[in-house]
T-cell receptor, first 114, second 112 residues
Framework: DVKVTQSSRYLVKRTGEKVFLECVQD?????MFWYRQDPGLGLRLIYF???????EKGDIPEGYSVSREKKERFSLILESASTNQTSMYLC?????????????FGAGTRLSVL | QQQVKQSPQSLIVQKGGISIINCAYE??????FPWYQQFPGKGPALLIA?????SEKKEGRFTISFNKSAKQFSLHIMDSQPGDSATYFC???????????FGSGTKLNVKP
């Protein structure tokens, strides 16, 4: 089974703090994604990466950055957290081989910025 | 601008009833349409998917109906069960393309 693990289920941070959300996948997938999930807005893509050290902006990249130094790990960084970044963050991965169109999701990190 | 529009936002169905969730899109480059199911506290997981070369795909109690000319597709859950209570997301993407466009989600509650 594919496993996508997000390091924290819940996080509480203060406005202005630098926040790191970590995601690890164990299936040697090439592609990794960060989404945020908000009620009534569905899943919105923040950034994705199709290879180590490569990244592409999604639909809502403002206020976020990412890092992919190893194939299995994709980090989302909030340089200076703001209250409007309070949300559920979901990481996903997919393969360029075989079932290319299936994204596998982690359980999510619920971030509260106070 | 949302690329995939999903309705309703929430749905209550009695056990044994039919649940229907609808999605619409505009981009004719889309040719892969998955549905994801998300239980509370879990990430979304692929439920069923369709490509536009067929008008319907069925897997157990779950059926996708696809209308290419109307650019609409829907999920039907037959004989709905309380265990089907979850949030459902439709999505669309060009086939073999990395980026998915998700709908806004439908929270389904199946009453016993």
């Amino acid at each position: 089974d594919v496993k996508v693990t997000q390091s924290s289920r819940y996080l509480v941070k203060r406005t202005g703090e630098k926040v790191f959300l970590e995601c690890v996948q164990d299936m040697d997938h090439e592609n990794m994604f960060w989404y945020r999930q908000d009620p009534g807005l569905g899943l919105r893509l923040i950034y994705f990466s199709y290879d180590v050290k490569m990244k592409e902006k999604g639909d809502i990249p403002e206020g976020y950055s990412v890092s992919r130094e190893k194939k299995e790990r994709f980090s989302l960084i909030l340089e200076s957290a703001s209250t409007n970044q309070t949300s559920m963050y979901l990481c996903a991965s997919s393969s360029d081989r075989g079932a290319k169109n299936i994204q596998y999701f982690g359980a999510g990190t619920r971030l509260s910025v106070l | 601008q949302q690329q995939v529009k999903q309705s309703p936002q929430s749905l209550i169905v009695q056990k044994g009833g039919i649940s229907i969730i609808n999605c619409a899109y505009e981009n004719t480059a889309f040719d892969y349409f998955p549905w994801y199911q998300q239980f509370p506290g879990k990430g979304p997981a692929l439920l069923i998917a369709i490509r536009p070369d067929v008008s319907e795909k069925k897997e157990g109690r779950f059926t996708i109906s696809f209308n290419k000319s109307a650019k609409q597709f829907s999920l039907h859950i037959m004989d709905s069960q309380p265990g089907d209570s979850a949030t459902y997301f439709c999505a669309a993407t060009p086939y073999n393309f990395n980026k998915f466009y998700f709908g806004s989600g439908t929270k389904l509650n199946v009453k016993p």
